[in-house]
């Protein structure tokens, strides 16, 4: 497989596309190698947009940004709390986006109200890492989550879920491969 970054940058808005194309190069990048991705260099309609990345000056969003902040306010009745982490607008944590190791929490239509509830969890003044997972609009502040995940090209990690995933766009050779390195970091 081979890859290409293509950049264009405008007042104001910058776009970054990856595209791959199916054929490879020998070492020398002369001559087709055999085997593998057709054996033949790619043509100009073999590439293919992988991944488009877009920036806009002014509307840069947040969402997977990984913050560290102090709770402002808890809600039991909303069952939410709102946390300072920097920005105009408090972000928004709900009681079903906390994750605390060992401590169960009651969830909104399940287990019945089971589990402690988000005033025992979290008080004003606590500091806590966070995610957003949501830009804020408006009025509004950012959503929040404590349940981080950070994503690779092919790997994504989440500390307090299921450890590392790996992405399907790879082969099943190579899935399995990264699968198993990945259960010897643990």
Do not use: C
Not at 49 to 74: H, P, Q, T
Not at 79 to 91: P, R, T, Y
Not at 109 to 127: A, F, M, N, T, V
Not at 156 to 170: A, C, H, I, K
């Amino acid at each position: 497989m081979k890859k290409q970054v293509l950049v264009t940058a405008d007042r104001g808005e910058t776009r970054v596309a990856i595209v791959e194309a199916e054929g490879t190069l020998s070492a020398q990048g002369s001559k087709p190698k055999d085997g593998g991705g057709g054996g033949r260099p790619p043509k100009q309609d073999d590439w293919k947009v992988a991944e488009l990345y877009v920036e806009r000056r002014g509307s840069r969003s947040i969402v997977g940004n990984i913050y560290k902040g102090r709770v402002d306010n808890v809600l039991p009745g909303l069952e939410a709390a709102f946390v300072d982490i920097g920005l105009d607008k408090n972000g928004f944590l709900h009681a079903d986006d906390i994750v605390m190791p060992g401590v169960e929490i009651a969830r909104r239509g399940r287990g019945g109200g089971k589990g402690r509830q988000i005033s025992d969890l979290l008080k004003p003044g606590q500091e806590i890492v966070v995610q957003a997972i949501k830009d804020p609009l408006k009025s509004k502040g950012s959503r929040l989550s404590m349940q981080l995940s950070i994503a690779g090209r092919y790997l994504v990690y989440t500390p307090q879920g299921e450890g590392v995933g790996v992405s399907r766009r790879l082969e099943d050779k190579e899935r399995d491969r990264l699968r198993k390195e990945a259960k010897q970091l643990d």
